[in-house]
């Protein structure tokens, strides 16, 4: 999209980032310790049942921040086309994680954490606000989600 082509609705901007979410297999994950030391990698999820599922070893600071904090925040890579997804945490561990979950991460991925080293845990990330926006001209009506409700 370029500047001068005319701003996207907020209800195609919602279109546009469920088909991404389905579509893209890696987003970034920020998050921050205890201490407010950031902490920014990128992560294979699956969007499943209204939340976006990520996994990692809850032996790095990924994993720890996500368990302690419970909140992060997730984006893509695109800096002219930008989502961001700010959302509570949940962990469970891969004999908790709901079978269809697993299943879906599975089969976006290719790859079943439940079979890996037994550190990995998954994490639901609950979308509580989200802005999407390319360009300036479409900084206006950005907040396509607040306080866990879709504004369009």
Same mark, same amino acid.
Request: proline share 7%; hydrophobic share 40%.
């Given at each position: ?17 469920? /088909? =991404? %979410? ?6 970034? $994950? #920020?998050?921050? !310790?205890? @201490? ?35 909140? /992060? =925040? %997730? ?6 086309? $930008? #989502?961001?997804? !700010?959302? @509570? ?9 709901p079978p269809a979950a697993a299943e879906a991460f599975r ?18 990330? =609950? ?26």
């Amino acid at each position: 999209m370029k500047i001068t082509e005319p701003p996207r609705t907020p209800a195609q901007r919602k279109t546009d980032l469920l /088909a =991404r %979410l389905e579509r893209e297999i890696d987003i970034w $994950v #920020a998050t921050a !310790d205890a @201490d407010g030391v950031p902490c920014l990698v990128p992560l294979w999820f699956v969007w499943h049942e209204e939340a976006v599922w990520l996994c990692t070893r809850l032996t790095n600071p990924t994993g720890r921040n996500l368990r302690d904090g419970r909140r /992060a =925040r %997730l984006a893509f890579g695109d800096t002219r086309d $930008v #989502a961001l997804v !700010d959302g @509570d945490v949940e962990t469970f561990t891969a004999r908790q994680v709901p079978p269809a979950a697993a299943e879906a991460f599975r089969a976006k991925t290719g790859w079943d954490p439940r079979e890996d080293h037994a550190s990995y845990a998954f994490f639901r990330v =609950r979308p509580r606000a989200v802005q999407a926006w390319c360009e300036e001209h479409e900084l206006p009506r950005r907040h396509l989600m607040r306080d866990g409700v879709w504004a369009v």
